[in-house]
């Protein structure tokens, strides 16, 4: 099993709607996560940080840990064109840090 | 302030050349991430730094890859006999030592093309 579990897409939402962007990890011990994003031919650029249980929201960016289910989500309100892009997420981490591959989303005006 | 500067953007070698890409990290972070991301792939960790020390280079693909990083600051990434396959862009990170979390601010990358 991967560290770290994405589903690659492509996600295509039209514009407006909400974009549900999920993430299962393995390792327990996990404390945080990040979640990037990656325009094409861009490097990523962190959106959220996540340390504990339950939601943390930041403008239309919403956030969900539910470390007893393993599971990391982004969720997106009101998907614009330029939400576009490849969003990855990883624990936090010491030292090594392992991505998830990133899961790409098209917003559909 | 400056945020992490990777040289060069781009570099076109020929197959077997050696390459040197060099990253310079934001003022006082300590901790120094090297990751290749070949065309619509995911992040792939090759090395970490803690200062001048290495911990962690168990994703280094081969022995033709070496890394290393002086006065806890610039790091350079070699690869030796370059081969094709290796064309990827080549991403650096560096993260602040310290706090609750541990985002890494990502360079803009070097892209690698083996002829």
């Known amino acids: 099993q991967k560290e770290v579990e994405q589903n690659s897409g492509p996600l295509s939402v039209p514009e407006g709607a909400i974009a549900s962007l999920n993430c299962t990890y393995s390792?327990?011990?996990?404390?945080?996560f990040f979640w990037y994003r990656q325009y094409s031919g861009k490097s990523p650029e962190l959106i959220m940080f996540?340390?504990?249980?339950g939601d943390k929201e930041d403008g239309r960016f919403t956030a969900q840990l539910n470390k007893a289910s393993q599971y990391v989500s982004l969720l997106i309100r009101d998907s614009q064109p330029s939400d576009s892009a490849t969003y990855l997420c990883a624990p936090g981490g010491y030292q090594k840090v392992t991505f998830g591959i990133g899961t790409k989303l098209q917003v559909i005006p | 302030g400056a945020g992490v500067s990777q040289s060069p953007s781009n570099k076109v070698t020929e197959k077997g050349k050696d390459v040197e890409l060099r990253c310079d990290p934001i003022?006082?972070?300590?901790?120094l991430y090297w990751y290749r991301q070949s065309l619509g792939q995911g992040l792939e960790f090759l090395i970490y730094f803690q200062g001048n020390s290495a911990p962690d280079k168990s994703g280094l693909p081969s022995d033709r890859f070496s890394a290393e990083r002086t006065g806890g600051s610039v790091s350079t990434l070699t690869i030796q006999r370059t081969q094709q396959e290796d064309s990827a862009v080549y991403l650096c990170?560096?993260?602040?030592?310290?706090?609750?979390?541990?985002?890494?601010?990502f360079g803009p990358g070097t892209r690698l093309t083996v002829t």
């Open positions: 390792d327990r011990g996990s404390q945080s």
């Open positions: 990170a560096s993260r602040h030592p310290g706090g609750k979390s541990y985002e890494q601010y």
């Open positions: 003022s006082g972070h300590t901790a």
């Open positions: 996540i340390y504990s249980n």
